[in-house]
């Protein structure tokens, strides 16, 4: 499929809002693990708030006026990231208080995204779906819980019962290292199905890269915010710049 320039940015506008939200909404454990972004945030609470709604608000219309259907996918984080971030009831706590809910419904936001958008324009079939829904959903969850690995020290002080806390770094790495290898067998799956053929070589690439950063990052040393951002995150940019590659001259 061809990327459409428009669904893109609609896609870069709901995220760049939901994420803005949580750093209104995590200020407290931010003071503690990225000094320097709760001290950014602090005092634009407003304006922070007004360009989200603003955001997600256009991304809506972006959406609507390529497909329509394309708003109920796009509306999807919001939801989750409204349950995530904020106390809706005082009988239903934020979903980030859950141990673990936290990275499921972040992972589970992002990844219907990727994997469902493109389907409101070509349906290629269940398992194929299911297939790039899971890829990016491990890739997804291994993140979120390494950036929990970070925020040890200030989740603790501000009770949040992330993954890290209740099982340690150590245990942690076991469990990152676990989840990563499923990607093993999916890569085998896809292989023998001959599936995602002109990508084989870039998910192999992904799937190894995921292995060496939760080791780098899962020790018990100081490791810069900046480069954990940039290594972890970072690697979709590249995936992305790779399959515009391979799909432009293969």
């Known amino acids: 499929m061809q990327p459409n320039t428009i669904l893109l940015f609609a896609v870069f506008l709901s995220t760049f809002s939901v994420y803005s939200l949580n750093r209104l909404t995590d200020l407290e454990e931010d003071s503690v693990n990225v000094p320097g972004r709760e001290s950014y945030v602090k005092g634009k ?4 708030l007004a360009l989200c709604i603003i955001s997600y608000g256009v991304a809506l219309l972006l959406g609507f006026l390529v497909n329509p259907v394309t708003v109920l996918v796009l509306l999807f984080p919001l939801g989750i990231g409204i349950l995530y971030s904020l106390e809706v009831s005082p009988k239903l706590p934020r979903l980030k208080n859950i141990p673990g809910m936290k990275n499921f419904s972040v992972t589970l936001s992002w990844a219907a ?27 997804f969850l291994v993140n979120t819980i390494s950036f929990d ?34 990607l ?45 951002d940039l290594l972890i995150d970072g690697e979709w940019m590249i995936l992305a ?7 432009t001259f293969s």
């Open 149 to 182: 690995v970070r925020d040890i020290e200030g989740d603790k002080k501000s009770g949040v019962r992330t993954i890290p806390v209740l099982l340690g770094r150590s245990r942690t790495k076991l469990l990152l290292f676990g989840i990563q290898s499923t």
């Open 241 to 247: 710049f790779l399959c515009f590659i391979i799909s």
């Open 113 to 139: 995204g990727a994997a469902f958008i493109p389907v409101v324009f070509s349906y290629p079939g269940l398992w194929i779906t299911f297939l790039l829904f899971y890829f990016v959903f491990v890739k």
């Open 45 to 48: 609470e407003k304006s922070l």
């Open 184 to 228: 093993i067998f999916w890569m085998l799956i896809v292989i023998s199905e001959g599936i995602f053929t002109r990508y084989w070589l870039l998910f192999t690439l992904s799937i190894v890269y995921g292995f060496w950063y939760i080791r780098y990052f899962s020790e018990n040393r100081k490791r810069g915010t900046f480069s954990r």
